[in-house]
């Protein structure tokens, strides 16, 4: 471990954004850009998919089918890799594409006894791996409709990621082979293209082996870009911007890789400037080099500009680099590079600062993965699923456990929320560490990023000698990529040994209890929370009921190794060397279903939010006391028919200074709030009203009312936009609630909506997030669980109104009007 007690991380910048958030992104978002799209398209529609066979080449569209098949090259591969191939029977998707939403759940024949876990639980119960060959192969066409002015171009394909084994063929040619269902790759096509003709792209795509312990999806779950530069270009993350204050100024390095792929030697000149978010420009500067043919060469700079604006949490301000080459003065690539300008300093007795002012790390670790979508998320998505964490109060960001989309980080720079980013595999072999050093090319301009996690409870080496020699290997390779952030790993034991000393900063997985005596033995390491909580719970329940696989929604029920809510944050909140903490989980995700762990559960319980973003009472917890704003949040509801007089537990999440709780307009007492903690009242149910009022700074709320629902009358129909892009990506998500007739909720209301789409959109996933529903994902109707239902609507490429109307039967229907340009 190195001896200094401050890990300090100087500014940065974003990768190449591949999102523009624009007008359909919050308030935060609106300094994002979009970098130049002359080089890249992306490849999102009119693809084709059907499934093929892990072990029968006659169904996997006889790929395999002759064992010579890298024998000779063009030679045939597939019979779904010609050009001349039927494939009008194939399913016409669009990207992102997670293809295992669409397959059954399926219990495992041969379950283990009552009490042990179920091995098949993990991965949500879906017929995924080597046992289940008809459903585990995917393939994919696309036509490539190339202009006749790329010749001349060089051509490449770049996935952000697909999971998992992946052959690429174009033109019946395999052009690249790629195993690492989190890691983008590149394919150079300008051999085997043929501008001005169609060109057939095929990919196979095998999910036969798994990198996680949880629901991975399968398929094209992430973007596909077609990029066409000239001989002489910016390659792939060739652009990296380290940049800090200077006192009220700025400061940043520009380092700028260029090559030449051509015979003859190319004089270039590289004009560089800096713009701000209002396109205001504030820095410039001009390099030359000279490249001979099929070489690489680099330009650096240094560029200064007066009155920095920062990056931070609640201006997350973003500069761009514009770097422009011409070769014989005429231009031959543009490259826009956005960063930030921050410093952000890791203190092993202060914990964590963000230019220079003290932060705690209010975080939440994330799965890609939503409901009625899987892991194939569309980019406005991770946007809304964002902007409902920072609702709750995060201003951190863990990924868990692999590098996010691409998409999902430009939010994080627009949205002024940090991340520690983390690469799949703890390894050192060229393949893993191939991984890593795409992660870090890729993020490392980012101000959103604050550390570098190289792994995550590996129980088998974290603590030994091996684990350390991996560890360094590990953290040298960042170093060299990017000296200016640290090293983390998230261990759940053996702190102190084998990785422990390896990497700056010390993750504690749960043992919140352990961080005080360690930061005593080892005062110098910066330590944080990289998983706690893991609180259980169903939403909308408040009885345990094991035969029905529910968990009440008190802060109460968490495994062994896990904790409360309030336990961890108060132990966290009040030791300053604590830099803070990420909650397992944000979001309910599908698989590892604790605490029970077998057939039917399908889909965890441990989300401040469901798989839905629904959110569970724990999200009011974290929202009391991680946001400044006066909140007073009263459970449960108040439906008991036949526990009259029986006592029910009665909780209030809230920041103010007192409460005081009524039942039918009689009060029970008031209690003031202490730092941290809930309320607790024990109430014999009456019907009627339970009320909630809190006091502060001696001023009154409004209070906060459950009252006794009636049977279910109507539906409420909402989404979060009703002004979509026309653009066949965006997205609005639509909540269904059911009401009685004096319009409360029904909190345990289970029927069966079906949603109608007139116009130019379409319903692409529901869900409910109840963690025992077995019903399909990609489909229109959904059971309401608990009184709560969600669809995802989204757009077509024309322009126009759209109306959804959501019905059940014997209730009033509700309808929405939208409308896409």
Known sequence: MRPSRRVILQGSAGAVAALSLGAFAPAEAAQAVQASSSRRTRLDHDWRFALGHAQDPARDFDFGLDQATYAKAGRKVASAAAAGFDDSGWRSVRLPHDWAIDLPFVANPNPPPVGEDDPKAAHGFKPLGREHPETSVGWYRHTLDLPADLAGKR???????????????????????????????????????????????????????????????????????????????????????????????ARAAVVIDLKNEA????????????????????????????????????????????????????????????????????????????????????????????????????????????????????????????????????????????????????????????????????????????????????????????????????????????????????????????????????????????????????????????????????????????????????????????????????????????????????????????????????????????????????ASYFGAMDSCGFPKDNYWYYRAWWRPEPLVHLFPHWNWAGREGEAIPVWVHANVDRVELFLNGRSLGSKDVVANRHLEWSVPYAPGVIEARGFKDGRALAPVRRETAGVASRIALTGDRTRLRADGQDVSMLKVEILDAQGRPVPAAAEPVTFDVSGPARIIGVGNGNPVSHEADRATTRLTFNGLAQAILQTDRTGGSITVTARAPGLRPSTLQLRAA
């Open 263 to 602: 015979d003859p030697e190319a004089v270039c000149q590289v004009d560089m400037r800096v713009v701000d978010s209002d396109g205001v420009q504030v820095a410039e500067d001009t390099a030359t080099t000279t490249l001979a043919g099929w070489n690489e060469a680099q330009v650096e700079r240094t560029l200064t500009w007066h009155r920095v604006r920062l990056w931070s949490t609640g201006t997350p301000h973003l500069y761009r680099l514009i770097a422009e080459v011409r070769v014989d003065g005429r231009l031959v690539d543009r490259y826009e590079q956005p960063f930030g300008v921050r410093t952000a300093v890791f203190d092993a007795a202060r914990g964590f600062f963000l230019n220079g002012q003290p932060l705690k790390l209010l975080g939440a670790c994330c799965h890609q993965d939503h409901a009625g979508v899987g892991a194939a998320i569309p980019d406005r998505l991770q946007v809304w699923r964002l902007e409902q964490l920072k609702a709750m109060g995060c201003n951190a960001y863990r990924a868990s456990h692999n590098p996010p989309t691409p998409e999902l980080m430009d939010a994080c720079d627009a949205m002024g929320i940090l991340v520690i980013t983390e690469t799949r595999r703890m390894a050192s072999d060229d393949a893993a560490l191939a991984e890593l050093e795409a992660l870090v090319r890729r993020d490392r301009n980012r101000p959103s990023v604050i550390a570098w996690s190289i792994g995550n409870e590996e129980q088998a080496i974290q603590g030994t000698e091996r684990g350390a020699r991996i560890a360094t290997t590990m953290v040298r390779l960042i170093n060299q990529l990017d000296p200016t952030r640290p090293t983390t790993a998230a261990l759940d034991q053996d702190f102190g040994e084998g990785v422990s000393p390896a990497v700056d900063i010390l993750g504690f997985n749960y043992r919140t209890p352990l961080m005080e005596g360690y930061h005593a033995r080892v005062p110098t390491q910066p330590i944080l929370g990289s998983e706690t909580g893991s609180t259980v719970q169903t939403r909308g329940e408040y009885v345990r009921d094991d035969a029905r696989h529910i968990v009440p929604a008190y802060d109460t029920e968490h495994p062994w190794w896990a904790s409360t809510a309030e336990a961890w944050w108060t132990l966290a909140a009040e030791r300053p060397y604590i830099a803070g903490g990420f909650i397992w989980t944000g979001f309910d995700y599908r698989g590892e279903p604790t605490p029970f762990n077998r057939w039917p559960s399908v």
């Open 155 to 249: 051509l490449s394909l770049e996935f952000d990621g697909a999971f998992r084994d992946v052959v690429v063929l174009l033109n019946g040619f395999i052009v690249h082979e790629h195993e690492g269902g989190y890691s983008p790759f590149r394919v150079d096509i300008t051999d085997i293209a043929a501008p001005g003709e169609l060109n057939v792209l095929t990919v196979r795509v095998d999910a036969s082996l798994g990198e996680g312990w949880f629901y991975e999806g399968a398929g094209l779950y992430r973007h596909v870009w077609l990029v066409a530069t000239d001989p002489v270009h910016v390659p792939q993350w060739g652009v990296m911007v380290r940049a800090e204050p200077v006192g009220t100024d």
